[in-house]
């Protein structure tokens, strides 16, 4: 039986968010579970899709939840029926979720889609720091996917604006995507501007003691999620690592990560929607952001690459600077995203 937490078979419960695979086949559904032995329904004759579609129906929502916050209703849903396996396609306001049948999903924040290039029934989309994402066959429907990714980013854009232009008027009309830091060239003559919204937080001796081992290579963003909140950020870049700074009241710690690729770094924070959970927790206390390490790899390489949190109390700063060697920086190493040829496709 269909419940809203789970499959309900013979009084055992099997959850939503410990089933990371279904695998429908003739008038049977395997489902992979990620801590207990796979189970296998069979014979399920002529209710079959119907039972199918049910559990699409009630599983989807509180994955996409635990994995990428994906709260509420999406704006629209569309069915891609790729040659490689069928795949639906949720735009939520913050974001795209592209979830083939079989297979792990794929999240893409709009603040990452620089464009959107379309070739008939194609489209794909160009990413800031990940790979480009192809999606294809939906058929008459391709034209309002489009209209709608169209409005959908249009209206994210107008409340990062308002976001940004609610902590000076100098910034009014900056046009930075949402979440995405920006460096004293890319803000031109805003940057004076940018710089006051990070220092007029609680952290703002954090931010000057960043901004000095950084240099010119400080960047500064402020992450909205779509109108409902404010909070102004740095990625101070050093030697080979990166800290992030939050400058809200709330802000409990900096991280540090190793990587040279600061896009790479910046767009993985904007798919884990800044949460700090995932990032530092223990497997044993990931609690539903588990569902996000175990299926998203972007996850996974961000979880890899967190070199240190530190908490602010007296030692902050030794702290910082001992995870932050000053020097010239570092031949380039690899991101994650360079073992990865090509573009992600919309189906696995």
Excluded: C, K
Aim: proline share 6%; glycine share 10%; no cysteine.
């Amino acid at each position: 039986m269909v419940t809203a937490d789970g499959l309900d078979v013979d009084g055992r419960l099997l959850t939503w968010l410990e089933m990371d695979e279904v695998i429908e086949g003739d008038h049977r559904v395997r489902m992979e579970l990620a801590d207990r032995p796979s189970v296998e329904l069979t014979h399920l004759g002529s209710g079959f899709d119907g039972f199918v579609a049910d559990m699409r129906a009630a599983r989807g929502p509180v994955r996409r939840s635990a994995m990428v916050e994906a709260s509420g209703a999406p704006i629209d849903t569309y069915l891609s029926r790729d040659p490689a396996g069928p795949l639906d396609v949720h735009l939520y306001p913050t974001g795209l979720v592209v979830e083939p049948r079989i297979g792990a999903p794929t999240f893409v924040p709009l603040p990452l889609i620089e464009r959107v290039d379309r070739d008939g029934y194609t489209l794909a989309l160009r990413l800031r720091g990940l790979d480009d994402v192809v999606l294809q066959a939906f058929g008459a429907r391709t034209d309002e996917l489009v209209a709608d990714l169209d409005r959908a980013r249009l209206d994210l854009q107008a409340a990062t604006m308002a976001g940004y232009a609610s902590f000076d008027e100098a910034l009014t009309g900056f046009g930075a995507p949402d979440g995405w830091a920006t460096s004293r060239e890319g803000a031109g003559r805003r940057w004076p501007a940018l710089r006051a919204a990070a220092r007029g937080g609680s952290r703002a001796a954090e931010v000057e003691l960043l901004a000095g081992l950084a240099g010119e290579q400080l960047r500064v963003g402020v992450y909205t999620a779509g109108g409902s909140s404010a909070l102004p950020f740095v990625l101070a870049p050093v030697a080979g690592r990166v800290a992030v700074e939050a400058t809200d009241v709330d802000d409990r710690a900096t991280f540090v990560f190793t990587t040279d690729d600061v896009d790479w770094l910046n767009a993985a924070l904007l798919v884990v929607n800044f949460r700090r959970e995932v990032l530092s927790f223990d497997e044993t206390e990931l609690g539903r952001w588990a569902v996000a390490v175990r299926m998203l790899s972007v996850v996974r390489d961000l979880r890899v690459a967190l070199a240190g949190r530190v908490v602010h109390d007296a030692r902050w700063a030794e702290a910082v600077r001992a995870l932050l060697p000053a020097g010239p920086p570092r031949p380039a190493s690899p991101s994650p995203r360079d073992e990865r040829a090509g573009p992600i496709r919309s189906a696995p």
